[in-house]
């Protein structure tokens, strides 16, 4: 089975290649809206649109000509790629079966698209990491037109690779490779267990085994930057030079924690497919989440509210893509992973005989003791208990 994996990395050009790339950029936003403006006038007109064919050979003539020659300077494949991405847009926009919103123009410094290199072949890499004197050096990426650009190399790329993406964001150029991995077609997972997994309040995701993931430390540490730093520009005056930087300043903060967060994701999602074979979790909607947050009036904990708004911070914005990282890990290893609708998990018994729900039953926001039957147990955990138990009734044959 042949699966197509992503790897990105932060670039560092020197001034001269940044300049080429935005000016590349500009050169794939002016080829974007030109050809959009085209196709537009043509539908207006009631002309049929131009083919990819046309648009290309539309593409060489202004590489060609006088007034549209400063086109040359940019590379011609991401060229193209813009005109069959702009025709892929427009198909989607008139595909019955998956509306897309009809293209629009692209204005400087938003929307930018990445520059994309579809053919591998234009792509070298230089992963030496010792000069032949042995000091260390960076690896370097060959991007035509460009030249060895220098980047940071944070992972092992595997695989074929297929294309590479230069981006910009939040004031740092990136790199993507698109490899492609031959896999061993799956696959029966080497364990045969089954979890669930919840949502904690006072931890981050609990595990019906009794494990927990915690809100690294980090993070607080970045939320409090951010709150200092806006604190800053709002004592700014707005739009002036300084209120400038400061935006670009706290846009390159939220990049680093977004960054440091998908990894955190990355790492948990890991552990959890390599150690179970079926996964459940709560279908629970944010605004659930929010409400239990908030905690109960008989127990407003300070410490247990500040870590359960941390985690909400976390989850909020990390839920999904930690489910779809644990989706595709468990895919690769053989695994499963269910959602399941599981309400009132953390009020519920988990003692299968018992199953009393109540309010009482949660103690604190850490502990849970069943008022019926007097089973304890770390109230996150009952939670994830709960989840598997209502995805083994809706999905599998064993009893817990
Ligand atoms: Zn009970």
Same mark, same amino acid.
């Given at each position: 089975?042949?699966?197509?994996? &992503? ?57 060609? $000509? ?31 079966? %998956? ?9 400087? %410094? ?19 990491? +010792? ?31 297929? %294309?590479?993406?230069?981006?910009? !964001? ?20 080497? $364990? ?7 949502? #904690? ?40 030079? !300084? ?6 300043? =706290?846009?390159?903060?939220?990049? !680093?924690? &977004? ?6 994701? !990355? *790492?948990?999602?890991?552990? =959890? ?20 947050? *908030? ?13 359960? #708004?941390? %985690? ?45 729900? $109540? +309010? ?37 044959? $064993?009893?817990?």
């Amino acid at each position: 089975m042949e699966i197509l994996k &992503a790897f990105r990395f932060r670039l560092e050009p020197t001034d001269e290649q940044a300049r080429k790339f935005s000016r590349y950029q500009g050169c794939m936003r002016f080829v974007w809206n030109k050809a959009l403006a085209l196709q537009k006038g043509r539908l207006d007109a009631g002309y049929p649109l131009l083919t990819y064919g046309e648009l290309a050979k539309l593409l060489t003539l202004w590489r060609h $000509s006088e007034e549209y020659g400063f086109l040359a300077v940019a590379p011609e494949h991401p060229l193209q790629w813009t005109l069959k991405f702009l025709m892929q847009s427009i198909a989607a926009a008139f595909d019955p079966a %998956n509306q897309g919103r009809f293209p629009t123009f692209k204005k400087k %410094n938003r929307d930018e698209a990445g520059l994309r290199y579809p053919d591998a072949k234009q792509i070298k890499l230089d992963l030496l990491t +010792k000069d032949k004197d042995g000091r260390n050096v960076f690896p370097k990426v060959f991007v035509p037109k460009i030249g060895w650009v220098k980047f940071r190399k944070s992972r092992t790329i595997d695989g074929t690779m297929k %294309n590479a993406t230069v981006t910009w !964001h939040a004031g740092h150029w990136y790199i993507s490779f698109q490899t492609e991995i031959e896999v061993p077609d799956p696959v029966v997972h080497p $364990s045969t267990s089954e979890v669930g997994i919840d949502r #904690g309040v006072v931890h981050l995701l609990a595990l019906s085994d009794g494990s927990f993931f915690d809100a690294p430390g980090w993070f607080r540490r970045y939320e409090a930057k951010v709150a200092w730093e806006m604190r800053k520009l709002s004592r700014m005056r707005k739009f002036s030079k !300084h209120w400038h930087k400061q935006v670009a300043r =706290i846009g390159r903060l939220h990049a !680093h924690i &977004a960054n440091a967060r998908r990894d955190f994701l !990355h *790492k948990a999602s890991t552990t =959890i497919s390599q150690t179970h074979a079926m996964v459940f979790v709560e279908n629970l909607s944010v605004k659930n989440m929010t409400k239990s947050a *908030k905690g109960t009036k008989e127990n407003p904990g300070r410490n247990v509210r500040a870590k359960s #708004g941390l %985690n909400k911070a976390i989850l909020d914005q990390g839920w999904s893509m930690f489910q779809t990282f644990l989706t595709y890990k468990l895919d690769w290893s053989g695994g499963r992973l269910e959602e399941v609708p599981a309400p009132y998990t953390s009020l519920t018994c988990p003692v299968p005989e018992c199953g009393h729900k $109540s +309010k009482a039953n949660r103690v604190s926001q850490s502990k849970f003791q069943c008022e019926k039957c007097g089973f304890a147990e770390n109230a996150d955990t009952v939670g994830a208990t709960n989840v598997l138990r209502a995805g083994l009734a809706q999905f599998a044959c $064993s009893p817990v």
